[in-house]
């Protein structure tokens, strides 16, 4: 289907999934909750599922639009570009919170901690480990997925294709990374606001690297289908300011956390 209307706006259908993505966020924290009172998954697990649908089926209906029914055009594209711009902003005075709480904590240390920092008790990672080794993968996988836009930009498919599986196995790698350090880990998000501050900062950046790799999973599957071309990727663009993103916060959590902090 052609794009039949005579203006550059992008008037959104009618559609189901904000809806069934709020219903499955609502389901996902109740389920949480549930967890951690009474140690059963069964909500938690159905949040999920909701979430995974709505996004599947959304992101195949925002793949149509874009790819196929020609709604986004240089004037809905730009819309698009300040929305990611505005959503990485929010994003970064989201992690700020953490970085606030944690040189709030670590500068004057209460004395419920001993006034010292790290807090008695606490035995930190060696940042010379398993974070110098995540430090060199995240940096490596920031210059992979630039390979990748420089590619595309070149109407270099093959090399476009071989960057981004690079950079999505660089991602997957960092993520059993740090799964493994956490089960290592001799203390817990329990254990005083070290504890806290830790497991929050990380555990957020975390999830945000598994949500930067699906987003370039999507964008190496769109490739493989020919959705983007040298001067229509805007999808792609935005896959890659988000990784960059990741590897810039990871920058500040190990500099500071990991290094600094130890």
């Not at 970085?99 to 010292?116: K, Q, R, V």
């Amino acid at each position: 289907m052609m794009n039949n209307q005579n203006h550059p706006f992008h008037l959104v259908d009618y559609s189901p999934w904000p809806l069934t993505g709020a219903i499955g966020v609502m389901t996902l924290v109740t389920g949480m909750v549930k967890w951690f009172h009474n140690f059963n998954m069964n909500l938690l697990i159905l949040g999920y599922l909701i979430i995974l649908l709505t996004m599947y089926q959304w992101w195949r209906d925002i793949c149509r639009e874009s790819t196929f029914q020609g709604k986004h055009t240089i004037l809905v594209s730009k819309g698009l570009r300040w929305g990611m711009i505005l959503f990485i902003i929010s994003e970064i005075f989201f992690f700020i919170s953490f970085f606030w709480a944690f040189f709030h904590s670590s500068l004057s240390p209460n004395i419920e901690i001993g006034m010292i920092w790290p807090p008695m008790n606490i035995i930190p990672f060696n940042p010379f480990q398993i974070p110098l080794l995540n430090t060199i993968i995240l940096i490596t996988s920031g210059i992979t997925v630039t390979w990748s836009h420089h590619a595309l930009m070149e109407n270099n498919f093959t090399q476009m294709a071989q960057s981004l599986f690079i950079t999505i196995i660089l991602g997957i790698y960092f993520t059993i990374l740090q799964t493994y350090e956490y089960i290592e880990a001799p203390f817990t998000i329990a254990d005083s606001i070290y504890g806290s501050t830790f497991f929050m900062a990380t555990g957020f950046h975390g999830l945000h690297v598994i949500v930067g790799t699906i987003f370039l999973f999507i964008c190496f599957i769109r490739h493989l289908n020919n959705h983007f071309s040298n001067s229509h990727h805007f999808g792609f663009e935005a896959a890659a300011w988000y990784w960059h993103f990741v590897d810039v916060v990871w920058l500040f959590l190990y500099i500071s956390i990991y290094w600094w902090g130890n």
